[in-house]
């Protein structure tokens, strides 16, 4: 496992470690990094051997797509094929389409992702060093589930092929200029196919990465935010222990009021960074999730359909479409469950304030009250990531595109 760790470092020694704002940005977004590097579409190369890559990666990405489409308009194809070709076609055009925006706003992202080097980031006690670590551990856990998903679906993706009852099958539907169905060229062309085919996967899942980790990455920064407000009165009375005096007068202490003003200023201005960092992701992403959600509703009934229907007739298909189900299925929830978490930890913030000690007389410092007043006034009006501004991303979201996809799926049943 060392061994694979060590080369998988070395092929994947990208800039953009070298190139982040800090240790916090690696570690949060370093096998992010590595991935997108891999799969040819980091921003931080300028090389021209990675430039090389990257292109030839890219255009045979683009040339795949267009041999699956004109295949899908120029052949009459069945239902189970057109499905599949559908599938395949829209869950890649999504993925440009979103990879575009991401090119398009790379100044807002790597802003977003160097957000933790903020001076007013406090990670001053060991609790809240153990929030960072809570929430850097639960990301990786998701990349993986979500590479584990996509790479057993692939694996599932090229066997079919070569098990099914076609002589001269491909990973994917397509139409080539060119004769392929000989003895001699079908192993060439298969294998160029699948290589051609696993990078544009690589290339969907990077996309879903880049958006998962973003997400998670201002969560984390909005739990340190809430510890932050909680236990000020007490951090502020760790300065002064060296004091004498009754601790039921120490909120009139100036020295003591001094530290509150200057720690409960810093504060509101990284609760505001973190809102308008927030809110800078929601407008970028606010298309590409309208997208993702359309073509999730999609999948999840077309897919769902290949299960139904594949498990009596070939046993790697039906496990390909299961895989592939949970993948997308996968996706879409953790996009709408983090979506929920930055709105309940936005709200939270209202919480934490009310539950920092205001009540003990620090609130008659001039300037504090009304900075109380305008935290909890933001807190209740939480921030809410939506897709095209018409639909809040929620669980509630998601099962309900559960539930459409499934009524859609029970009327193609009957239909077949």
Not at 140 to 166: H, M, N, Q, R
Not at 373 to 400: F, H, Q, W
Request: with cysteine; glycine share 4%; hydrophobic share 45%.
């Amino acid at each position: 496992m060392r061994i694979l760790k060590y080369l998988w470092n070395k092929l994947t020694n990208t800039n953009a470690i070298q190139l982040a704002s800090g240790k916090l940005e690696i570690y949060f977004f370093e096998s992010v990094y590595r991935v997108i590097y891999f799969t040819g579409i980091s921003a931080s190369e300028r090389g021209i051997p990675y430039l090389i890559y990257s292109t030839t990666l890219k255009t045979s990405m683009v040339l795949l797509v267009f041999c699956e489409l004109w295949k899908l308009f120029t052949v009459s194809l069945n239902i189970e094929v057109l499905i599949n070709s559908t599938n395949s076609i829209l869950i890649q055009c999504v993925a440009y389409y979103k990879y575009k925006i991401m090119r398009k706003n790379k100044d807002v992202f790597k802003n977003l992702a160097s957000s933790m080097e903020s001076r007013n980031f406090d990670l001053g006690t060991n609790e809240r060093k153990k929030i960072l670590d809570v929430w850097q551990k639960r990301n990786e856990a998701s990349l993986k589930l979500l590479l584990l998903l996509g790479t057993s679906t692939l694996i599932s993706w090229f066997i079919y092929p070569l098990v099914d009852d076609l002589e001269y099958n491909l990973v994917v539907d397509v139409k080539l200029p060119f004769e392929y169905q000989t003895p001699t060229r079908y192993p060439f062309t298969y294998i160029a196919i699948l290589i051609n085919f696993f990078y544009i996967a690589f290339f969907v899942m990077s996309t879903d990465l880049i958006m998962q980790s973003h997400l998670m990455h201002l969560l984390c920064q909005f739990a340190v935010l809430n510890d932050c407000f909680r236990n000020i009165s007490v951090e502020c009375k760790l300065v002064m222990k060296d004091e004498v005096m009754n601790p039921n007068n120490v909120n009139f202490n100036q020295k003591f009021r001094r530290e509150y003003i200057q720690r409960f200023g810093d504060l509101v201005d990284q609760h505001v960074f973190i809102l308008n960092n927030t809110l800078r992701l929601r407008d970028v992403m606010s298309s590409p999730m309208l997208a993702q959600l359309v073509c999730s509703t999609v999948l999840f009934c077309s897919i769902g359909f290949q299960v139904a229907t594949a498990v009596n007739v070939n046993l790697t298909k039906w496990f390909m479409s299961l895989f592939f189900l949970g993948y997308n299925m996968f996706v879409q929830y953790v996009i709408c469950r983090w979506c929920e978490e930055i709105k309940t930890q936005s709200e939270g913030i209202g919480e934490a304030v009310y539950c920092s000690g205001w009540e003990n007389g620090i609130v008659t410092v001039p300037g504090v009250r009304t900075s109380i007043l305008l935290i909890l006034a933001r807190a209740n009006k939480p921030v809410r990531l939506s897709a095209g501004g018409m639909y809040d991303l929620t669980l509630e979201a998601y099962a309900t595109i559960v539930k459409t996809s499934y009524s859609a799926l029970t009327v193609l049943l009957r239909l077949r």
